[in-house]
């Protein structure tokens, strides 16, 4: 199971730290990534945020926020973080966490098979 925690409302500039608690399943073994889903989105079109490799040492990030966002693991605690800074009203969405069957670092979706309830995330102008 995943659980995301930490989202919230805060000005346009601020920033939020995300984590995502691990358990069920042998958390250091897989990649992790973080999604968001904007209003009026459907769950197939959450979009790709940041992903990490199994050992945190490879990452990956959207466009959108290379250079704002940071993603990072504790392995011993089973938990993966997304550092968000410079937050910008676009980046209002819910924020989910997922993990699959991949060591990898995760580009999109692709493997993605275990997902976790997402945290709001709302950044007012």
């Known amino acids: 199971q995943l659980q995301a925690s930490g989202g919230g409302l805060v000005q346009a500039g601020g920033s939020l730290r995300l984590s995502c608690a691990a358990s069920?399943?042998?958390?250091?073994?897989?990649?992790m990534g973080w999604f968001r889903q904007v209003p009026g989105k459907e769950r197939e079109e959450r979009g790709f945020?940041?992903?990490?490799?199994?050992?945190?040492?490879?990452?990956y990030y959207a466009d959108s926020v290379k250079g704002r966002f940071t993603i990072s693991r504790d392995n011993a605690k089973s938990a993966v973080y997304l550092q968000m800074n410079s937050l910008r009203p676009e980046d209002t969405a819910v924020y989910y966490c997922?993990?699959?069957?991949?060591?990898?670092?995760?580009?999109?979706?692709?493997?993605?098979?275990?997902w976790g309830k997402g945290t709001q995330v709302t950044v007012s102008s």
């Open positions: 997922a993990t699959g069957r991949v060591t990898s670092t995760p580009t999109n979706s692709n493997g993605m098979d275990y």
């Open positions: 069920g399943r042998t958390f250091s073994n897989y990649a």
């Open positions: 945020v940041a992903g990490i490799n199994w050992s945190g040492r490879s990452t």
